[in-house]
Structures are given as structure tokens and as C-alpha cells.
């Protein structure tokens, strides 16, 4: 029998690519959604909103691994309303790892490298968390009551993740190939990497149950405009569609802007044999060939 196992945020952009592959693979996936109605047609989803009073809550039978995906993502939401999102990221993301990991469950946490000041590059996974914002803030609480079940549960610290239909990025390819002018910045950097490599991540921590935290990144940072130019380049549309730009210059004020954003991935290359892979793997995914 396959392993039970529950995507707490099925509908996000990682736990609907996650539970897709372990249904694929064979898994009993439960799914949580706040919709109503229940958006997950593809199998077993029961409702779950992280903003409410969970002190009752109680795992859905048993559980072998528990995926915690659901989070308030957004950086301005995270800063404009810091008590929501401190209930949604923290208190009751550790409420659910507890509940879980005392029923046996193995517990895996999604986090993010904006737990860290982004001085380095390649953070090593014990560099001293620094976060710049609320949303990293609230990310390094709950890495610290994520650590304190030990070997129940495993942090998966992730770089941005590319997913084909994504905000801004998302859209690129279709204007690039529109004739259309794009405008990335040119201050600001990721290390990004596929979905697919972060949902490989996850089947491999979940399914090794070693605890402890683990870091997914590309190999180095690059410029989004560094990022608009290889799309462009791929598509084989003129490089002069690419218009690069500040942020301040179109307007925007990062609320985090680190320097670096890549992480080091030794201990998931030396666990799972998954390698850090380039920042342009993830960019092919977007505007394939
Ligand atoms: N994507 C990245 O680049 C990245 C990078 C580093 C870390 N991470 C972490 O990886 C995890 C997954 O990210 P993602 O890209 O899949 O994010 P996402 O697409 O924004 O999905 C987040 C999910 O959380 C759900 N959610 C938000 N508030 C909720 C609440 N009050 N109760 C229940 N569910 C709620 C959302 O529900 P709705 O669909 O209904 O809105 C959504 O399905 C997150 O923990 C994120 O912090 C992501």
C-alpha cells in the first residue's frame, strides 16, 4: 500500500505540483483547501483555513508524511497585516506539525531564503537567520518550532520557484512573443529553480524522513533581467524587446531585496543525490524550445 500521506495548501502553486506527482507515484494524497467549495477534484481534499481557530484540530486519520505548503505568501500582505500572517505562517503552521508529529506523522515545512540577510551567496543552512521582513521573519519563527520536534520533522528552505502561468515571469514568453516590450529589473536577483526540482526535493525529504533542515537552490543568482535576455534569446525573438529597468525607476519599492538569494545545497545532493541545478534549468520550463 502506498504511503498516506496529507498536502496541507493543495491548491498552491507547490502542493498542487507535489500532490499531483504522489498521486502519480501511487500515494493516498489528502489535500487541505480554505475554498469552499473544496476546489481538489483530483482526490481526497478536506477544508482547512489557517487563519481560524484550530485548537481543536486533529489529523485526518493517519498520516505517514504531512506536507505543510499553505502559507500567506505575499510580502506586502505579510508586512500590511503582520497578526494574520503570524497565525497563518507561524502559530498554527506549528500547531498542525505538532498535532501531526505527536500521531507519528513525518512532518515536512516549506520555508524560504528570505529567512537570511542574502550577504553571501550559497548561504550555508546554519548561516544566522537575518530576515529582512515580516514574511521572512515569521518563516524563521516557525523554523525554529519546526526544529524543536527533531527528528520528526525536516525544514525545506526554497530559492523562487518557477512554475509555467506564474505572475510576471509567467507572462514573458507570451509578450516577448507578441512583439510586445518587456521591462524586468535589473536589481533584483533570484537563484530560481523548477517546480519540478522543488517538488523532487520534497518526495526525496518526505519519503528519507531525516530530519533537520535542507536547502533547494540554483547554482548562483541572476538579474531578472539576466532572466528576461535568456527567454528572449530562447524564443528567438530580438534582444531589444528586453528593456531592463530599476524597480525604483518603474515605480515599485522591494519590500526584500537581498543581494543573494542562492543557498547551499550540499546536504540535499549528499542525502538525495539531488544537485544544484543552473538559474537558466528553470527559465527553460517557462518558454520551452
Ligand atoms: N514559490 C516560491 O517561490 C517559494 C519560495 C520559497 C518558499 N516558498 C514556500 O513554499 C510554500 C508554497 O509556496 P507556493 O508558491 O505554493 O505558494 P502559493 O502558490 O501562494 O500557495 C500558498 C497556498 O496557501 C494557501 N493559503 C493561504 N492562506 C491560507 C489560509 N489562511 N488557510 C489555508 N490555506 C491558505 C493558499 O490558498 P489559496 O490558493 O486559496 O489562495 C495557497 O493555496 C509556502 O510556504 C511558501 O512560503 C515558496
Sequence with gaps: MGKRILVVGVDGGVGSALAARLRAQGMQVTGTSRRRPVADTAGACIPLDLASDLSGWTP???IDIAYLCAAMTGLAGCRDDPQTADRINRHNTLLLARRLADAGAFVVFLSTSLVLDGLAPRAAADAPRKPACDYGRQK????DGIAALGASAATLRLTKVIRSGMPVLGNWPADLAAGRTIHPFDDLRMAPIRVDH????LVAVGHGSEGGLFQVS?????????AAFHI???????RDRVSPCRSDEAGVI????????SLDATRLEQTYGIAAPSPFDALDALAPP
Design 232 to 238: 528572449a534569446e530562447r524564443l528567438g525573438v530580438p
Design 198 to 201: 522543488a517538488v523532487e526535493a
Design 140 to 143: 524563521a519563527l516557525a523554523e
Design 254 to 261: 522591494l519590500i526584500a531585496n537581498p543581494r543573494h538569494t
Design 218 to 226: 540554483a547554482t548562483h543568482d541572476i538579474t531578472y533581467a539576466d
Design 60 to 62: 485526518p486519520g493517519t
